[in-house]
């Protein structure tokens, strides 16, 4: 168990550029979540997979957000056109399937900063 | 949509101390799941215990004991002989039983956690 990987850990860009995230889920677990943590709250859900299936999209933020996971195994998020409020700390985190209350577990997150 | 709610920005113990953290939550399902998240700072977010719902009994793990209930929709988290690496941000979060599109952790916004030597 080497636990969910994500990259970068830090992302500075300019307003307007377009910005990719990239998360690896631990080996075994089939689900893969994407969540959003701005400073001082606590994680908003974005979006999840159930291997290469998005079965939740409706949360992610704007038209500008996108999650892909091609192959049922590494997760990318994509952000276009970035704006000043894009600004937080991206989480990704992994599970098995079954029970609800298979622990999800996170990675370290990717910092976004727009300047 | 089901909300959490942290009454508690921030909260101090004396090392070796106990703490309650508090946490109260709403919804209309009757099946779900509820799971304490630390977040220590700079680093992952790790699971510290977790409840059923149609468990009655309370969980617990090590030093780590929740108060469930159901009815007032409080889901309390207890720390005895609080250490130094007890400190962190504490989140509450909700999870709807199997079954449905979202299946995302519903999160509250964090109690911060200070440990005094």
């Known amino acids: 168990d080497t636990g969910v990987s994500q990259n970068p850990r830090h992302k500075i860009t300019k307003r307007g550029q377009n910005v990719t995230f990239r998360c690896d889920p631990i080996?075994?677990?089939?689900?893969l979540y994407w969540y959003r943590q701005t400073l001082g709250q606590g994680p908003e859900f974005l979006t999840y997979?159930?291997?290469?299936?998005?079965?939740?999209k409706s949360r992610l933020l704007s038209d500008r957000f996108s999650a892909e996971r091609p192959k049922g195994s590494f997760s990318t998020l994509e952000i276009q056109r970035t704006e000043q409020g894009d600004s937080a700390m991206y989480l990704c985190?992994?599970?098995?399937?079954?029970?609800?209350?298979?622990?999800?577990?996170f990675g370290d997150g990717t910092r976004l900063s727009i300047l | 949509a089901q909300t959490v709610t942290q009454s508690q920005p921030e909260m101090s113990v004396q090392e070796a101390e106990t703490v309650t953290l508090s946490c109260t939550y709403d919804?209309?399902?009757?099946?779900?799941?509820l799971f304490w998240y630390k977040q220590p700072p700079s680093r992952q977010m790790i699971l510290v215990i977790r409840?059923?719902?149609?468990?009655?009994q309370n969980a617990t793990e090590n030093r780590f004991s929740v108060n469930f209930q159901k009815a007032a929709k409080s889901f309390s988290l207890k720390i005895s002989d609080s250490q130094l690496g007890d400190a962190a941000m504490y989140f509450c979060?909700?999870?709807?039983?199997?079954?449905?599109?979202?299946?995302?952790?519903?999160f509250g916004k964090g109690t911060h956690l200070i440990i005094q030597p």
């Open positions: 985190a992994s599970s098995r399937a079954g029970k609800s209350n298979q622990p999800q577990h």
């Open positions: 080996s075994e677990h089939n689900r």
């Open positions: 997979f159930q291997n290469e299936a998005q079965l939740e």
């Open positions: 919804t209309s399902e009757s099946d779900y799941y």
């Open positions: 409840q059923e719902a149609y468990k009655q």
């Open positions: 979060a909700y999870r709807r039983r199997e079954g449905g599109g979202a299946d995302g952790l519903t």
